[in-house]
C-alpha cells in the first residue's frame, strides 16, 4: 500500500474519532431532568405512603421514559458515531461500529 493511502486512512481514522469525542447529547438534559423530577415524585409518593397501583403506575412511566432516553440515545449514536465511521471507509472501524450496535441491541452494552 502507497505511503500516501496509509497517510489518508490514518486521517480519516483521526476524523472520525475526532467526531466522535465532539458528540453531544445535550439536547437530552432536558428529558433525563423530567426524569429525575418523576423519580423524585415516586419518592414522595412512598414517603407518603400512597397507594400501591399509583406508584407502580409512576415507575412505569419512568421506565417508559428512560427507554426512549435509551432510544434517541442510540439513535444519535448511529446517526453521528455510526455514520461517521462509514464515511471514514476504515473496515475496522465500521465493524467495531457496527459491534457496538449489536451488543446494544442485546442488551450487553
Same mark, same amino acid.
Given at each position: 500500500?502507497?505511503?500516501?493511502?496509509?497517510?489518508? @486512512? @490514518?486521517?480519516? @481514522?483521526?476524523?472520525?474519532?475526532?467526531?466522535?469525542?465532539?458528540?453531544?447529547?445535550?439536547?437530552?438534559?432536558?428529558?433525563?431532568?423530567?426524569?429525575?423530577?418523576?423519580?423524585?415524585?415516586?419518592?414522595?409518593?412512598?414517603?407518603?405512603?400512597?397507594?400501591?397501583?399509583?406508584?407502580?403506575?409512576?415507575?412505569?412511566?419512568?421506565?417508559?421514559?428512560?427507554?426512549?432516553?435509551?432510544?434517541?440515545?442510540?439513535?444519535?449514536?448511529?446517526?453521528?458515531?455510526?455514520?461517521?465511521?462509514?464515511?471514514?471507509?476504515?473496515?475496522?472501524?465500521?465493524?467495531?461500529?457496527?459491534?457496538?450496535?449489536?451488543?446494544?441491541?442485546?442488551?450487553?452494552?
Amino acid at each position: 500500500m502507497p505511503q500516501t493511502e496509509l497517510f489518508d @486512512k @490514518k486521517i480519516r @481514522k483521526m476524523a472520525v474519532l475526532k467526531s466522535q469525542l465532539a458528540h453531544d447529547h445535550s439536547a437530552e438534559l432536558k428529558r433525563l431532568s423530567r426524569i429525575k423530577g418523576q423519580v423524585e415524585g415516586v419518592e414522595r409518593m412512598i414517603v407518603e405512603k400512597r397507594y400501591c397501583p399509583e406508584i407502580v403506575n409512576q415507575i412505569k412511566a419512568i421506565r417508559a421514559a428512560l427507554r426512549s432516553l435509551e432510544a434517541n440515545v442510540i439513535e444519535g449514536h448511529m446517526r453521528h458515531c455510526v455514520n461517521q465511521a462509514i464515511k471514514s471507509r476504515d473496515p475496522q472501524i465500521v465493524q467495531e461500529k457496527l459491534e457496538e450496535i449489536v451488543m446494544l441491541m442485546k442488551g450487553q452494552g
